[in-house]
């Protein structure tokens, strides 16, 4: 059933796991991740770029209603996330497509102005029952080097006392894309924010961090984690190997949906999500 991501922060916080966020781009690799649920009998998280709402061909316009009655379907609990909502107009675009829960990044401006647009966002989504995560300090791109700059512990207190909002990305050694180098991650940073601030702690640019990291970011109260390269990886890596004289499209899918869902599977027993549905 489609819910809230609070419901499924609450759930992990009682257990100490996270919910795997999928990043999903088309109709097949959403197909892989509810598979992938079903079978793991897990709470997930299931997001799109704030691309596929804004740019002009209006992706979300086609997939977000699958997403949504898949969810509505699914004997899983299961939370429709934007990612990285670029603009309040994204924001209110992907509320109207179905999203019980947005992201608005205005990570990029200074701190008061980050606290301002949140708190707007927080205002009127919370109204709606929507959830709302916001991101504070700068996670960046893999490609121009993983920041040693962490989010602060006394600025991640008085964003979500001032925000209220649900869920915070901090930046803790992780990014965006694919790392030419394992990344190393901020454990007791993470730490200390699990235990000074309300809101749900999230970990973007999970792809390529080893799992030792991500099992220690857990413990130490990471509470949601992305994957979107990976997802396009497994998606891609399983086209690459079907015959390529299958003319039947479904058929010619199968196999990356098989791929998209053997990836997610063993994200979702990585973060220890496994079972979550019966919590
Ligand atoms: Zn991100």
């Known amino acids: 059933m489609l819910t809230t991501m609070k419901e499924l922060f609450a759930i992990a916080e009682k257990r100490n796991c996270a919910i795997p966020a999928f990043n999903v781009y088309n109709g097949e690799t959403a197909m892989g991740i509810f598979k992938a649920a079903e079978e793991a009998d897990a709470c997930i998280i299931v997001q799109m770029y704030s691309r596929l709402f804004m740019s002009e061909d209006k992706e979300a316009e086609f997939i977000a209603p699958t997403i949504v009655e898949a969810a509505h379907r699914s004997k899983c609990k299961i939370a429709f996330h934007l990612d990285h909502g670029s603009c309040d107009e994204a924001v209110f675009r992907a509320i109207k497509y179905g999203c019980s829960s947005v992201m608005r990044d205005a990570s990029a401006l200074p701190f008061e102005e980050n606290v301002a647009v949140i708190k707007n966002i927080t205002r009127f989504a919370h109204d709606l029952g929507i959830d709302v995560e916001a991101e504070l300090g700068h996670i960046g791109f893999a490609k121009d080097g993983v920041t040693t700059d962490y989010t602060k512990v006394d600025e991640a207190v008085r964003f979500c006392e001032e925000t209220g909002v649900d869920a915070l990305a901090v930046a803790v050694g992780t990014a965006h894309g694919h790392y030419k180098q394992a990344p190393v991650l901020a454990i007791d940073r993470i730490r200390e924010l699990h235990d000074a601030i309300p809101a749900a702690l999230v970990l973007h640019g999970g792809s390529g961090v080893p799992d030792d990291q991500i099992r220690a970011a857990v413990k130490a109260g990471i509470r949601k984690i992305n994957f979107g390269t990976d997802v396009c990886l497994a998606f891609l890596d399983g086209v690459r190997e079907v015959d390529p004289s299958i003319i039947g499209v479904d058929t010619f899918m199968k ?18 999500a496994e ?3 019966n919590d």
Do not use: H, M, S, Y
């Not at 949906?257 to 027993?269: D, H, S, T």
């Open 255 to 272: 196999k990356p949906v098989q791929c998209v869902k053997e990836f997610a599977l063993e994200k979702i027993r990585l973060l220890d």
């Open 275 to 277: 079972g979550t549905n």
